[in-house]
């Protein structure tokens, strides 16, 4: 009870003016040299960075480690440079900014990207605190930027396709969908576009080390070592529910949302949706 309490005060000064400086101070201290892997929330960005992290460092990527080396904007001070030139590798969930000088953009489907993200605040108990709880009021609340803190998954999305970066040639765009397709390929695009030549061997036992099995089992390792906090909040909840690590499901929209939902999906982000590549007009139907 009191951890929830504590996750809905920060929640709400979150959302206050408060991290207008907050995010100021996070962004100090940046260099030239440094790349950023940004996405929206539940894009798959833990998995990415632990894939990068065991390619990079040679070593077996953990929920600590990878904050040690790949860090999150608010904790990258003091950490060592990892890229050719000097340059950090850190993750960011922030709009674009001028502080970013080069990025991957990690891309997922709004659709998929919204279930992740109410099922993550129904766990941690804050749903009601930026709806009504239901997943209809919630859904509004999301494609409003009301829900999470970085606004909402088309601003953020069009924040970045329409930065300096994307003009010249220092965005990488990519679909967590083609990530989950062809890990080896993608993995080898973003080395390349680091100014890293690709060890082909090296990324697929990185790949074969952080599959949704041994990344569940990481996951639940770093809750019993007392990490809960590392492991990014740790959703509480029935088992399902209560786990960070999903089910990282491509398409797993289908037959959870209504047509009405989608509808008013692609009302708000249809254009966003369509300049990534995903398809709109399509119905709720479960895929065998």
């Known amino acids: 009870m009191m951890m929830q309490t504590y996750r809905r005060i920060h929640a709400k000064a979150a959302r206050s003016s408060i991290r207008i400086p907050l995010v100021w101070y996070w962004h100090l201290g940046l260099k030239a040299q440094d790349a950023f ?4 929330p539940r894009a798959g960005s833990t998995w990415l960075r632990f894939m990068l992290y065991e390619v990079l460092c040679g070593d077996n990527a953990g929920f600590r ?3 040690d080396r790949l860090p999150e904007i608010h904790t990258h ?15 960011t969930h922030e709009q674009y900014r001028n ?5 991957v953009l990690l891309v997922r489907d709004i659709r998929d990207v919204f279930l992740s993200v109410y099922r993550g605040c129904v766990a941690n108990g804050l749903a009601e605190l930026v709806s009504k709880g239901d997943i209809d009021s919630f859904l509004m609340s999301f494609l409003e930027g009301r829900s999470l803190t970085m606004g909402s998954w088309q601003q953020h999305t069009q924040s970045w396709l329409e930065s300096p970066l994307a003009r010249n040639n220092s965005l990488l765009v990519m679909r967590y969908e083609e990530l989950r397709k062809n ?3 993608k993995i080898g695009e973003i080395l390349q576009f680091l100014g ?18 041994q990344m569940r089992a990481k996951e639940d390792k770093a809750k019993k070592a007392g990490e809960q906090a590392i492991v990014l909040g740790g959703y509480k909840g029935p088992e399902e529910q209560g786990r960070f690590v999903g089910k990282g499901s491509v398409g797993g929209w289908r037959g959870k949302l209504t047509d009405a939902q989608l509808k008013l999906i692609e009302q708000y982000a ?3 949706m369509t300049a990534v590549g995903y398809e709109i007009g399509q119905v709720s139907e479960v895929v065998c």
Do not use: H, M, W
Request: no cysteine.
């Open 37 to 40: 892997l940004a996405s929206y």
């Open 183 to 185: 890990p080896e390929q």
């Open 270 to 272: 249809g254009d966003v």
């Open 99 to 103: 502080d970013y000088k080069k990025a």
């Open 77 to 91: 001070r003091g950490i060592e440079p990892i890229l050719p030139g000097g340059g950090r590798l850190i993750k």
């Open 196 to 213: 890293i030549t690709p060890n082909y061997g090296i990324i697929r036992q990185a790949i074969e080390n952080n599959s949704l099995q």
């Open 65 to 67: 480690k990878i904050e």
